[in-house]
């Protein structure tokens, strides 16, 4: 049996402007006069987590070390709001999948491979993203889910993706992982997994020299396409002997 391991935010679904929306929502119910457009959020998603995210922004502001103290030890309150707001944003239907997720995760079961996620956002986030998108049954259609806070470092360290191979008991040959950032391509790398990226504008321009395989989107790939892609072909020793002396 292989594995194909998604992430969620920016690879299931373009889901970060409306966490943009969500989080400026939350500063203004929490009274406080934050906003993030989308240049500042591009920028601030180099950092994984939304917790964490929140706190590299309190670390830029020009403010008294006393004020940014009280700041910090709101995060989880402010985070919390966030997650509410998103929830209902998405149970809404305001976050689609990406175009040929659902075709891809429907051939995989398909072809006897199980699903997994990966992914640095909360339990609460891909839950209701799952559900929304994909019906009440959908987690059932996952065999191993690995999210938020379960792991001491996240992405771009390999410890979410080491999880989950750990949990479907498989090596990182026997998987394919699916990103869309640059820390999101790091992570599965440094756990050993071949990757396919697809960026959106939220993430394109990164360097994405490692992936296997960068595309715009999952449309045109199929699950025979990546299995064709993902086997080693075994190489003609008198040809590679000829092709190295060109």
Known sequence: MNALIFDVDGTLADTEDVHRSCF????????????????????????????????????????????RKALRERIPEIHAEKTRLYGRA??????????????????????????????TTTAANVDALLQATLGA???????????????SEKKPAPDIYQLVLRTLDIAPEDAVAVEDSVNGLRSATAAGLWTVVTPTYWSEGGDFSEAALVLPNLAELTMARLIE????RSVDPLRALYQGAW
């Open 137 to 151: 049954h959908a987690l059932a259609m996952f065999s191993a889910i690995a999210c938020g806070d379960v792991v």
């Open 24 to 67: 400026n929502a939350a500063f203004m119910q929490g009274g406080l006069e934050w906003h993030w457009p989308r240049p500042l959020y591009r920028d601030l998603l180099k950092v994984a987590g939304g917790k964490e995210r929140i706190g590299a922004y309190i670390d830029r502001l020009h403010i008294r070390e006393s004020h």
């Open 229 to 232: 892609l993902r086997t080693p």
């Open 90 to 119: 998405v149970a809404e239907g305001k976050v689609p999948l990406r175009e040929g997720v659902a075709r891809l995760l429907e051939q995989a079961q398909e072809a006897g491979w199980h699903l997994a996620i990966a992914s």
